[in-house]
């Protein structure tokens, strides 16, 4: 069975670092791409990045790219969200996801429980 | 890529709600489902169009044409009411986009 836990979530103030993890276990982790989306409270789902199953290609969301960086380590079965110069509106539930594939791209499924980050003064 | 979805549908139990997703000649691309109940992690119900995921009831269903591609729940239950979003991957722009959702009322 494949199960996706995230870790790392917290209160962080304004302009501050934060490193999500997502540890993956039930699948050759190494094989597929994953993704990370975020949910605001009380709002939609967006999509923040997906990865390559090397880590070699990334794509990012307009909100994010230039502060996030994605990144894995297959030897550790764990998938990273480095975000950086953090914003008010960067407040939300974080999922990781696998990818059906090993590229970035295609759907994805199934999904962590999500981790919370807040970012406030 | 803008995907627009009614904020809410309301549909009677065992009637079959219709959830639909606009999109620039949406057609052409391909559309992914997911429902979200309260409090819990988004799931795929629908990915490519129209395929169902293993274990998701055949009640489940989903076309796309023009410029609409369209989530059916037939005989619709009390465990259907969620949130419901579609999903496409913008090849021109190398981006996901999700729709706003639709609410998904069992009345």
């Known amino acids: 069975e494949v199960q996706l836990l995230e870790s790392g979530g917290g209160l962080e103030r304004p302009g501050g670092s934060l490193r999500l993890s997502c540890a993956a276990s039930g699948f050759s982790f190494g094989s597929y791409g994953m993704t990370w989306v975020r949910q605001a409270p009380g709002k939609g789902l967006e999509w923040v990045t997906s990865v390559s199953d090397t880590g070699r290609s990334a794509y990012y969301g307009d909100s994010v790219r230039g502060r996030f960086i994605v990144s894995r380590d297959n030897s550790r079965e764990t998938l990273y969200l480095q975000m950086n110069s953090l914003r008010p509106e960067d407040t939300a539930v974080y999922y990781c996801?696998?990818?059906?594939?090993?590229?970035?791209?295609?759907?994805?499924?199934?999904w962590g429980l999500g981790t919370l980050v807040t970012v406030s003064s | 890529y803008v995907l627009t979805q009614a904020p809410s549908v309301s549909v009677a139990p065992g009637q079959t709600a219709n959830i639909p997703c606009g999109g620039n000649?949406?057609?052409?691309?391909?559309v992914h489902w997911y429902q979200q109940r309260p409090g819990q992690a988004p799931v795929l119900v629908l990915y490519?169009?129209?395929s169902r995921p293993s274990g998701i009831p055949e009640r489940f269903s989903g076309s796309n044409s023009g410029n609409t591609a369209t989530l059916t729940i037939s005989r619709a239950e009390a465990g259907d009411e969620a949130d419901y979003y579609c999903?496409?991957?913008?090849?021109?722009?190398?981006?996901?986009?999700f729709g706003s959702g639709t609410r998904v009322t069992v009345l």
């Open positions: 490519g169009d129209k």
């Open positions: 999903l496409v991957w913008d090849s021109s722009s190398d981006r996901y986009f």
């Open positions: 000649n949406i057609e052409v691309k391909v």
């Open positions: 996801a696998k990818n059906s594939e090993w590229s970035p791209v295609g759907f994805f499924g199934p």
